[in-house]
Protein backbone atom coordinates (compact mmCIF):
# COMPACT_ATOMS: atom_id res chain seq x y z
CA UNK A 1 0.00 0.00 0.00
CA UNK A 2 1.04 3.81 -0.83
CA UNK A 3 -0.09 7.40 -0.01
CA UNK A 4 0.86 10.23 -2.13
CA UNK A 5 0.81 13.79 -1.86
CA UNK A 6 1.63 16.80 -3.32
CA UNK A 7 3.16 20.00 -1.67
CA UNK A 8 4.02 22.22 -5.12
CA UNK A 9 7.13 20.62 -6.79
CA UNK A 10 7.60 18.32 -3.34
CA UNK A 11 5.38 14.68 -4.06
CA UNK A 12 5.61 12.43 -0.98
CA UNK A 13 5.23 8.86 -1.18
CA UNK A 14 4.41 6.97 1.67
CA UNK A 15 4.81 2.91 1.39
CA UNK A 16 3.33 0.33 3.70
CA UNK A 17 3.71 -3.02 4.06
CA UNK A 18 4.71 -4.88 0.54
CA UNK A 19 4.98 -2.82 -2.40
CA UNK A 20 3.57 -4.09 -5.14
CA UNK A 21 3.35 -3.85 -9.30
CA UNK A 22 -0.42 -2.21 -8.80
CA UNK A 23 1.28 0.30 -6.24
CA UNK A 24 3.75 0.74 -8.61
CA UNK A 25 1.26 1.81 -11.14
CA UNK A 26 -0.84 3.81 -8.75
CA UNK A 27 3.25 5.76 -8.24
CA UNK A 28 3.97 5.74 -11.80
CA UNK A 29 0.58 7.48 -12.54
CA UNK A 30 1.34 10.00 -9.97
CA UNK A 31 4.54 10.99 -10.59
CA UNK A 32 3.84 11.05 -14.42
CA UNK A 33 1.24 13.65 -13.85
CA UNK A 34 3.40 15.98 -11.52
CA UNK A 35 6.19 15.72 -14.21
CA UNK A 36 3.99 16.78 -16.75
CA UNK A 37 2.61 19.69 -14.68
CA UNK A 38 6.05 21.03 -13.58
CA UNK A 39 8.32 19.73 -15.48
CA UNK A 40 10.50 19.11 -12.46
CA UNK A 41 10.16 17.50 -9.56
CA UNK A 42 11.65 16.57 -5.56
CA UNK A 43 10.41 13.10 -4.11
CA UNK A 44 10.55 12.22 -0.19
CA UNK A 45 9.54 8.73 -0.14
CA UNK A 46 9.10 7.37 3.43
CA UNK A 47 10.21 3.80 3.21
CA UNK A 48 10.18 3.11 7.37
CA UNK A 49 6.94 0.84 7.48
CA UNK A 50 7.54 -0.80 4.02
CA UNK A 51 8.41 -4.77 4.82
CA UNK A 52 9.55 -5.67 1.42
CA UNK A 53 8.70 -5.02 -2.51
CA UNK A 54 7.81 -7.81 -4.96
CA UNK A 55 10.39 -8.33 -8.13
CA UNK A 56 7.86 -7.00 -10.84
CA UNK A 57 7.61 -3.84 -8.61
CA UNK A 58 11.32 -3.67 -8.45
CA UNK A 59 11.36 -4.42 -12.27
CA UNK A 60 9.01 -1.62 -12.79
CA UNK A 61 10.36 0.78 -10.63
CA UNK A 62 14.05 0.37 -12.59
CA UNK A 63 13.00 1.26 -16.00
CA UNK A 64 10.22 4.00 -14.47
CA UNK A 65 13.61 5.55 -12.84
CA UNK A 66 16.14 4.97 -16.01
CA UNK A 67 13.08 7.16 -17.96
CA UNK A 68 13.36 9.36 -15.72
CA UNK A 69 16.57 10.12 -15.09
CA UNK A 70 16.83 13.44 -15.65
CA UNK A 71 13.40 14.87 -14.42
CA UNK A 72 13.75 14.48 -10.57
CA UNK A 73 16.00 17.16 -8.88
CA UNK A 74 16.59 15.73 -5.22
CA UNK A 75 15.47 12.76 -3.52
CA UNK A 76 14.84 11.97 0.53
CA UNK A 77 14.44 8.57 1.45
CA UNK A 78 13.48 7.81 5.18
CA UNK A 79 14.67 5.01 6.69
CA UNK A 80 16.61 3.26 9.40
CA UNK A 81 17.42 -0.08 7.85
CA UNK A 82 20.93 -0.38 6.40
CA UNK A 83 19.47 -2.16 3.35
CA UNK A 84 17.93 1.46 2.18
CA UNK A 85 21.25 2.91 2.53
CA UNK A 86 23.21 0.51 -0.17
CA UNK A 87 19.93 0.18 -2.54
CA UNK A 88 20.04 4.35 -2.31
CA UNK A 89 23.35 4.48 -3.31
CA UNK A 90 22.97 2.00 -5.94
CA UNK A 91 20.28 4.07 -7.23
CA UNK A 92 22.94 6.57 -8.37
CA UNK A 93 24.51 4.67 -10.88
CA UNK A 94 21.07 5.08 -12.91
CA UNK A 95 19.49 8.49 -12.17
CA UNK A 96 21.10 12.32 -11.88
CA UNK A 97 19.19 12.96 -8.80
CA UNK A 98 20.65 13.79 -5.53
CA UNK A 99 20.01 11.41 -3.09
CA UNK A 100 20.03 11.32 0.45
CA UNK A 101 18.83 8.87 3.44
CA UNK A 102 17.16 10.23 6.52
CA UNK A 103 15.89 8.77 9.96
CA UNK A 104 13.75 11.72 9.93
CA UNK A 105 11.29 13.66 7.93
CA UNK A 106 12.47 17.28 9.86
CA UNK A 107 16.28 16.15 8.23
CA UNK A 108 14.47 15.26 4.84
CA UNK A 109 12.61 18.69 4.44
CA UNK A 110 15.11 20.64 5.91
CA UNK A 111 17.56 19.27 2.82
CA UNK A 112 14.96 19.75 0.35
CA UNK A 113 14.27 23.34 1.57
CA UNK A 114 10.64 22.78 2.49
CA UNK A 115 9.70 23.82 5.91
CA UNK A 116 5.73 23.10 5.52
CA UNK A 117 3.68 19.49 6.56
CA UNK A 118 3.89 17.58 9.51
CA UNK A 119 6.63 15.44 10.87
CA UNK A 120 6.37 11.91 10.84
Not at 64 to 86: C, M, N, P, Q, Y
Request: glycine content about 8%; overall charge negative.
Amino acid sequence: MITIQHEDSLTIIGVFATFDVADFRQLEKEVGNQLHALGRIDLMVDLRDMMGYTLDAAMEDIKFTREHARDVGRVAILSDKESVVWTALLSRLFVRAEIRVFDSEAGAREWLGVTTGTSG
